[in-house]
């Protein structure tokens, strides 16, 4: 029997062809009821009550976290899955070595056997979503069918999802689709694809983020970067934040990190108290659409919505807004419990767990209390920095692009590539510790380039010369510069401070691109002159600045000849100009 709140007749607006794939996949996977998404609040209400009621939600303490609900994930299913995730590409060729391949045809037989009869007993929730401004002409539309209430709710925080979606999708013509099944949550029956030639996403087996919310990595990233590289624009992993000095001028940057190496946190940064004057706009916290606008400036959308951002660490200290912002209204996933019905994560100050992130009484001998990659999804709109700009339809224009790293050694805190095709063998040769947001080892260092080793849909030589190109088509083109927040030192302690002090390197690149901040030249870029970075109030003692801004001539002609080879693994796609910039490193290296 069907709930009264299900809306099981496909709406009058729905283009045929939507219903008419709806009706395909229902005939597959035999859901005992299908749910149209409005987007409602309404609906919302009533996909929360629904797992209330399953045990798939807990609700937190409602005096001091109203609107707050806990989702303990399957404890094999808590993170993505890089080695599960595939592109199906005509040509092997197309996806590179940088991702798994599999023949659409294998693919889809695969995922056939695997989504029949799957949503028996359950409800198929069709999602039509927008990323980016429903009014934007960058913004795309898709739907994603799911069996999961937890990524319906979801879906609502993090994208623009619903009827308005639907309306524009008719209008578009075209969407992706994305087919979604929690499976029995087995990992020896788990399979992310990818198909950019059709725009199909099927992903089976995991509810976890970006497995599950098709909207974010599969879309706007994999699928999206695809459609990118042929239309002349970028789908970047990538916050955006608008940076206001005390004259009260804003200027906006656009920041590659690999996943939890620090975007949400430089995205809603919060000044320190000896920077008076200066505010932050945040625009987005993980994915940026960069387009060349016809003033010669690349601008940029977040497509995204919503933030699904890392928990352990986040405290009043280390970033007030996201603290804040997670107090109401916030699905967390993954953190322990108090006695008082409170979330609890590693790095929150106060409080105790009782209850780890599986539900068992918390003994800090069987780990952390919160799983590592712990996540709060929450409405952008309750970030205490929200700029109304997130909503403009053109986007906003960028100064600087920054890419950084988790580097123990090596990478000092910042250093500025001499013109755009420098930068892009600096985005390409980037490295950084392996973090929870992937299965896997932790803190290996490897290669990720522009922070896009899991969400370039395609062969990494062919996007190197996407970003090449792009260069000839951006008259004014953004500084480019990249960020290291985590070398340590002998002790194994982090050098620099890090968050709200983040702010200083950003003012000294937004003075830099203006002209006004002096460097120093180096082989491997310009290095902020001591005096140009305003270090005041820090406390941070001499050789330790001095160490933070080293470049180390023996070490990184090592790094040079490690990011050769390194290259060489992408065989002739490699761009030529590339490996000729390398060159110009290796040059400059050498001893005099
Ligand atoms: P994804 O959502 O996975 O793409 O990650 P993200 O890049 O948005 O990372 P996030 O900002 O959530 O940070 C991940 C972890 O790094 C958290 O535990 C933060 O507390 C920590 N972190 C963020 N910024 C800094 C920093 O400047 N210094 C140090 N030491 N840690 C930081
Ligand atoms: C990341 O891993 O980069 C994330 C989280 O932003 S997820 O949505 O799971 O991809
Ligand atoms: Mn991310």
């Not at 009533?46 to 399953?54: H, Q, T, V, W």
């Not at 979801?154 to 929690?182: C, E, K, N, P, Y």
């Not at 322990?336 to 918390?362: F, H, M, N, S």
Request: aromatic residues 8%; glycine residues 10%; proline residues 7%.
């Amino acid at each position: 029997m069907a709930i009264a709140s299900d809306r099981l007749e496909s709406p009058a607006r729905a283009p045929v062809e939507l219903a008419r794939w709806v009706e395909q996949v229902a005939a597959r996977t035999r859901p005992d009821r299908v749910h149209w998404c409005d987007g409602s609040e309404s609906e919302y209400r009533m996909l929360i009550e629904r797992m209330l009621a399953a045990g798939e939600l807990l609700r937190l303490n409602p005096a001091s976290f109203p609107g707050c609900y806990l989702h303990r994930s399957h404890p094999t299913d808590v993170a993505r899955v890089e080695h599960l995730t595939f592109v199906c590409t005509g040509q092997r060729d197309q996806a590179g070595p940088n991702n798994n391949w599999m023949a659409p045809a294998e693919a889809r037989r695969k995922m056939e056997a695997l989504f029949d009869g799957c949503m028996r007993g359950r409800t198929l929730y069709v999602i039509p979503y927008c990323m980016g401004p429903l009014d934007s002409p960058y913004a795309r539309c898709g739907v994603e069918i799911t069996d999961s209430a937890y990524v319906a709710a979801t879906m609502r925080l993090m994208t623009r999802m619903g009827t308005a979606a639907l309306d524009r999708l008719a209008q578009d013509g075209s969407f992706v689709r994305g087919l979604h099944s929690i499976g029995e949550l087995d990992p020896s029956r788990r399979f992310i694809m990818h198909f950019p030639e059709t725009l199909e996403i099927q992903s089976f087996g995991s509810g976890y983020g970006g497995n599950a919310l098709l909207g974010k990595k599969c879309h706007a990233l994999r699928i999206a970067g695809w459609q990118a590289r042929h239309e002349g624009w970028l789908a970047e992993h990538m916050l955006i934040v608008g940076i206001e000095n005390p004259s009260g001028e804003t200027h906006y940057i656009a920041c590659a990190f690999p996943s939890a190496c620090g975007k949400t946190n430089l995205a809603m940064l919060v000044p320190p108290a000896s920077m008076p004057g200066w505010t932050i706009h945040t625009i987005g916290d993980d994915i940026a659409w960069l387009h060349p606008g016809p003033d010669g400036r690349l601008w940029a959308i977040n497509p995204e919505a919503g933030f699904f951002g890392v928990v352990p660490g986040t405290n009043a200290h280390t970033n007030r807004h996201a603290f804040d912002m997670i107090h109401r209204d916030t699905i967390f996933t993954n953190v322990g419990l108090t006695a008082d019905d409170e979330p609890w994560w590693e790095g929150l100050d106060v409080g105790q767990p009782v209850t780890d992130w599986q539900g068992r009484p918390y003994d800090p001998a069987t780990g952390p209390a919160a799983h590592p990659n712990s996540r709060f999804t929450v409405s952008a709109r309750q970030n205490p920095s929200y700029s109304p700009m997130t909503d403009d339809p053109q986007g906003v224009p960028i100064t600087a692009l920054v890419f950084g790293g988790r580097r123990r050694r090596l990478a000092p805190l910042v250093f500025e590539a001499r013109d755009w095709q420098h930068g892009v063998l600096v985005g390409a040769a980037m490295a950084s510790e392996t973090t929870a947001a992937a299965t896997g080892d932790v803190g290996v260092v490897r290669r990720d380039p522009m922070a896009m080793k899991p969400f370039a849909g395609y062969h990494f030589g062919d996007y190197w010369q996407h970003w090449l190109d792009m260069g000839e088509r951006i008259a004014q083109k953004p500084g480019i510069y990249q960020v290291n927040w985590f070398r340590r030192d002998a002790a194994g302690r982090f050098l620099w401070p890090g968050y709200g002090e983040n702010l200083r390197v950003l003012a000294w690149i937004i003075e830099r691109c203006q002209g006004r901040a002096a460097a120093d030249d180096t082989p491997i870029g310009a290095i902020p002159r001591r005096t140009a970075l305003n270090l005041s109030g820090l406390d941070l003692p001499d050789p330790m600045i001095a160490e933070l801004l080293s470049v180390n001539p023996a070490e990184w002609r090592q790094e040079v000849e490690e990011i050769g080879r390194y290259l060489d693994e992408f065989g002739a796609r490699v761009p030529e100009r590339l490996r000729r910039e390398l060159d110009g490193v290796r040059r400059r290296l050498k001893p005099a």
